[in-house]
């Protein structure tokens, strides 16, 4: 009943709701990222430096060429994790025409390059992965060859033509443009959201279990214990945040990991010292007091009486936490000693472009900008919410 009361309140407040609906949202975007990004590549680290910093809604003619390479057999965990290895590669052009044997493409430049390049490749290249002693034999209108595999091919001039025509020229859009390397804006974007947020769980996790560990055994054992952890407590908070980010990162190496772990590291002392202030209210309420005198060990009290008591300030300042969480990457991203390229994450691709923004293409800077307010400001809502929530004597 009690938790069916809590959701009746929390659903009041209408902007804490909308939050927590966005969270779930991102947290879903994240999660099934590769599935629905244009460039599902592994990183979308597709480049194409002829495309560089356009403007959104840019679209061009695109040549796929299949690679002379075996299929990659990606199975649907590794793709939702990891990406795809494309068995093509694209060339952006701005037109082509079948010469005899062979396609020939000119080559996209920007608008105000005046140079021409064009290129041919054969017909049979363009559609098949070939082996590379194999030499394509042309009887009358046929192709003869082998592919990767080693399988003997028997194609049309007319059916080549034409699967190039359907599956090998296609229109290309960039909803959001492209970065200074000619990647997809928007497949960034997504799976940078992915590196926000799991950098926030796993913190806010490691704070948890720093944090009400310390803090529980503080408050609940006071004396020796409490001046103790206190000491270590209060030495950590007197170190500013950053930069015991930046110490511990320099320690760890730069990398995915080690992000986590460090501001992890840097988010518990909130967590212990509301841990602890609770601690030492409830270690001295009548039903602890009953507990001890019915002869239950100090592991039960602490599990299944007073930790559960002390969760909703520690949820309220975990949301908090998470939204810190993803500002500190930001910025360790943005510094150059975060997440490492090519993983994209919103601090790295500010750091691309913050240059950008005294050009006509300043998108390419506030779009990772405005993807951490927003998120940041989802969390910092949310945890608002709870907090309302949460407590009764507003009710």
């Not at 991102?26 to 430096?49: E, G, K, M, R």
């Not at 200074?180 to 960034?188: E, H, V």
Request: net charge neutral; glycine share 8%; charged share 20%.
């Amino acid at each position: 009943m009690e938790e069916l009361n809590f959701w009746i309140r929390f659903k009041k407040n209408k902007l804490a709701l909308f939050s927590l609906y966005f969270i779930f949202f991102c947290f879903l975007l994240s999660v099934f990222a590769y599935w629905i990004v244009p460039d599902n590549s592994p990183d979308a680290n597709t480049q194409h430096l002829s495309l560089a910093a356009k403007e959104p809604f840019f679209e061009v003619q695109m040549l796929r060429l299949i690679n002379n390479e075996p299929e990659v057999n990606s199975n649907i965990f590794s793709t939702l994790m990891n990406g795809r290895k494309r068995d093509y590669s694209e060339i952006p052009i701005k037109a082509y025409e079948f010469q005899g044997d062979d396609i020939v493409i000119t080559e996209y430049t920007s608008p105000g390059d005046t140079t021409t390049i064009k290129r041919k490749f054969g017909l049979a290249d363009v559609v098949y992965p070939l082996s590379y002693d194999s030499k394509v034999v042309r009887t009358n209108e046929t192709y003869n060859f082998k592919d990767v595999s080693q399988k003997e091919v028997s194609v049309s001039k007319d059916e080549l033509i034409s699967r190039i025509k359907a599956n090998h020229i296609v229109e290309k859009k960039f909803i959001l443009g492209t970065d200074r390397f000619g990647r997809d804006m928007l497949s960034r974007l997504i799976i940078g959201t992915r590196v926000s947020l799991s950098v926030g769980f796993i913190s806010v996790i490691i704070s948890l279990i720093i944090g009400l560990g310390l803090g529980i055994l503080a408050g609940y054992y006071r004396g020796v214990a409490d001046n103790i952890i206190m000491w270590v407590i209060n030495v950590v908070w007197s170190v500013p945040t950053l930069l015991m980010v930046l110490a511990i990162s320099l320690v760890l190496g730069k990398g995915f990991w080690q992000v986590f772990v460090a501001v992890g590291l840097t988010m518990w002392v909130e967590v212990a010292r509301v841990a602890r202030g609770q601690v030492l209210g409830i270690r001295e309420k009548e039903y602890i007091e009953a507990a001890r005198a019915l002869g239950f060990g100090h592991f039960r009290i602490l599990t299944r009486h007073i930790l559960p008591n002390i969760l909703s300030p520690v949820i309220i300042i975990s949301a908090s936490n998470f939204a810190s969480a993803i500002l500190i990457e930001s910025g360790l991203s943005f510094l150059g000693i975060g997440v490492q390229p090519p993983v994209p994450s919103w601090g790295s691709i500010i750091k691309d472009h913050y240059g950008y923004i005294i050009l006509d293409q300043a998108f390419l800077a506030f779009l990772p900008g405005i993807a951490i307010m927003l998120l940041v400001l989802a969390f910092t809502l949310t945890g608002n919410g709870l907090r309302d929530a949460l407590d009764t004597k507003m009710v």
